[in-house]
Each structure stands twice: as structure tokens, then as C-alpha cells.
């Protein structure tokens, strides 16, 4: 039988998000990208330090058994398939069982997420992000600047969430945005028994409930937090919509506009998502933080579940 993936929890991530290449990256020029490349083929032997997404993939792996592999990580990198050696050569060295890899020298990465089936593609290029959250892959662009994942909890996966154009579709975060907040809270009020449509972080959501029931086989544990700038009695429909999912959150924070940084720091999550700027550069001082370009402040890009499955499908019937 052919080799797959389907049964597997697969995140694709970028070079970058995975390894500190910020020395590198100030002499990288894309209309001339050869002394990039001949710097990393110089240090093809030198491992490169941990990246802002590295505790978060390391995590992931550990649930991995010689008897089941649950996660696969792939290298989804712009670079050009010499500097392929120092990367792979750097995980081997930080001991990460990565095995495949797609290196693009400067070609969109993207339309690779299809035939891999990626649950998530983490990268530190904004318009890559886009282009995926555009073809319904849970993606987000990894602020290189976040502070390190702390190493309180060895042995449990904490992830955190936004709500609204993350988990949720930006149904309310329009309203918001077009009326205020009273008009939110009373359209969210209205609509409290009504679930919200799925945001272009669900699928991650789902996938993570499913790796949860390995915890007692694996060692490890799974911890997630919704944290949201909703309050009561917005807060509501949100609770409503992942009991209809069938899904759950170890904890929710309804934080009514509050600063979300200084609660994250409390939770100490290995990563943080969200779609708006101001709270993921919050959060980059505290947590690892990502930003998903996403919902009404993303330029329009649609992240219903409807419009998710059409592009999807756009992107399919064009191969």
C-alpha cells in the first residue's frame, strides 16, 4: 500500500518559524539570493538555534511511539535545496525526527499543503499565511520576535486560541467592526442559542481532540485555552458553539477587551493565535504568538465555512 498521511496530525512549517535564522535572514535579498544560499552552504554544519515554533513542534512529536506515529512535521520552506542540508542537519542535531520536506527557492510554498493535508502551516511569510487561510488550511504568520515557550510544563501541549476569525468564523467580528460594541453584544445576545460557523481554526481544534484520547499511551498531555476579548453575555454563544462542535477548551477567558498578554503569561502556552495585531504583539512579549490574517481586519478574506470549502475546491479543479 502507498504511503500516507491521512491518519496523522501534519503540520508544515517554514524554516524560519522552526530555526533562529535572523543572522541569515539580513543578508537575504530576493532579487539576489545568492549570498543567502552561500552563507547557509557555509554553515551547512552548524546548527542553527531554535526558532519561536520549535517547542511547539518538539511537543507535537512527542506523541509519537515506535508503536504509532501520530504527528508529522514538514519542512515547507522557501529556500533552495542546498540550504535543505543546514536545516535538516539542524534537526537532526536538536534531535527532531524530521523526515520530509518541500524547498521551493523562492516559489510559492502553499499549493503543497493540498497533497500533504495539513491540519496547520506556520510560517514567517505574511502573504504565504494569507494564501493558505485563503484555500482553508488553519495557518499563521510566526512573530519571530515572540519570547520563548516556557519550559514550566515538559510534558503537556498548551495551545491558545482567539475566538472570533480564529475558531469562529468573523460572522460577529463584522458586526463589531461595522457597529460597535453595543450592536455586538446585542446581536451576540439575540443569537446565543445559535451556533457560529466554523473559523479557519476548528479543524486544529478537532485535530487536537483527536491526538487528546493518546495522552495515556504517549505520556504526554494536551491543555487548551480559549482567550477572547468577548465578555457576558457575548461569552454565551461561544460556549453554545463548541458544545455544538462537540469540542472543548480546558479554559476560557473572557477578557472584555482587556490586554490578553499578561493572561497568556499566566497559561504559558507553546502558542498563541490570533487575528488581530494589536493582541498578538501583546502577546509576542509574554508567549510564542502567530497572527492569523483572517476576518474583517485581513482585507476581506472570507472565513466562513462555505467560503473555505469553495476555494478549496477552486484550488483543486485548476490541477
Not at 507553546?270 to 487575528?275: A, H, P, R, V
Amino acid at each position: 500500500m502507498p504511503i500516507t498521511l491521512d491518519d496523522k496530525l501534519v503540520v508544515a512549517i517554514s524554516s524560519r518559524a522552526l530555526f533562529d535564522f535572523a543572522e541569515e535572514n539580513r543578508v537575504f535579498d530576493p532579487k539576489d539570493p545568492q549570498p543567502y544560499m552561500q552563507l547557509q552552504l557555509e554553515r551547512r554544519t552548524v546548527p542553527a538555534k531554535p526558532g519561536v515554533a520549535y517547542p511547539l513542534v518538539h511537543k507535537l512529536l512527542k506523541f509519537n511511539t515506535p508503536q504509532a506515529q501520530r504527528v508529522e512535521v514538514v519542512l515547507l520552506s522557501r529556500n533552495d535545496p542546498v540550504s535543505a542540508l543546514r536545516i535538516f542537519h539542524s534537526a537532526k542535531e536538536a534531535a527532531l525526527p524530521l523526515e520530509r520536506g518541500v524547498f521551493t527557492q523562492g516559489r510559492d510554498p502553499f499549493r503543497y499543503l493540498e497533497p500533504l493535508g495539513a491540519d496547520l502551516f506556520l510560517s514567517a511569510n505574511h502573504d504565504d499565511v494569507r494564501e493558505a487561510l485563503a484555500l482553508g488550511y488553519p495557518a499563521a504568520r510566526v512573530l519571530t520576535e515572540s519570547v520563548a515557550a516556557s519550559a514550566t510544563y515538559p510534558d503537556e501541549l498548551r495551545i491558545a486560541f482567539d475566538g472570533d476569525a480564529v475558531l469562529f468564523s468573523d460572522e460577529a467580528e463584522r458586526v463589531y467592526q461595522a457597529q460597535g460594541l453595543a450592536a455586538f453584544q446585542a446581536h451576540e445576545t439575540s443569537k446565543a442559542a445559535l451556533p457560529l460557523s466554523g473559523g479557519p481554526f476548528k479543524p486544529l481544534l478537532a485535530a487536537l481532540s483527536k491526538l487528546r484520547r493518546q495522552e495515556d499511551v504517549t505520556g504526554m498531555r494536551i491543555r487548551t485555552a480559549l482567550v477572547t476579548a468577548r465578555s457576558a453575555p457575548a461569552h454565551e454563544r461561544a460556549i453554545n458553539t463548541l458544545m455544538e462542535w462537540k469540542l472543548s477548551v480546558d479554559e476560557a477567558m473572557f477578557l472584555g477587551g482587556l490586554e490578553k498578554g499578561p493572561f497568556l503569561r499566566q497559561f504559558e502556552p507553546d502558542f498563541f493565535f490570533d487575528d488581530q495585531n494589536v493582541h498578538v504583539d501583546s502577546a509576542a512579549r509574554h508567549v510564542p504568538a502567530g497572527h492569523v490574517g483572517a476576518g474583517p481586519l485581513a482585507a476581506g478574506v472570507d472565513t466562513s465555512a462555505a467560503a473555505v470549502r469553495k476555494a478549496a475546491a477552486k484550488v483543486r479543479n485548476t490541477r
